[in-house]
């Protein structure tokens, strides 16, 4: 199997956003509508936040350049943000403030 490329690692990390985009939208409208099913929701949630695990940790070294780096911090701050969401979920606390500035690339 080839190595992967930096290029090809920025690509993945984006795509892994993205994913965790549509969850974060998805956890808004249902809060927005009043149509939680939070069982669904922590489902589908976890599912995204191990994707974007499992891509950051198929990062060879060899790919780590500085804006594949950076792209990887930007995307493990969103994943902190979205873990912040399930556990409010969790705990049925689905009022808390929403950090919508963390829903543009930082990166």
């Given at each position: 199997m080839p190595a992967m490329s930096p290029g090809t690692a920025l690509r993945n990390l984006q795509q892994a956003q993205?994913?965790?985009?549509?969850v974060r939208q998805l956890l808004r409208l249902a809060r927005e509508s009043g149509d939680v099913d939070p069982a669904r929701l922590m489902k589908v949630g976890w599912e995204g936040l191990a994707k974007a695990h499992r891509v950051i940790a198929e990062i060879p070294v060899e790919a780590a350049t500085e804006p594949v780096m950076t792209r990887q911090l930007?995307?493990?701050?969103?994943?902190?943000?979205?873990?912040?969401?399930?556990?409010?979920?969790?705990?049925?606390?689905?009022?808390?403030p929403e950090d919508d500035e963390m829903d543009d690339d930082e990166a």
């Open positions: 993205a994913g965790l985009k549509k930007a995307l493990q701050r969103y994943m902190t943000a979205l873990l912040v969401r399930l556990r409010r979920l969790a705990r049925n606390e689905l009022d808390g």
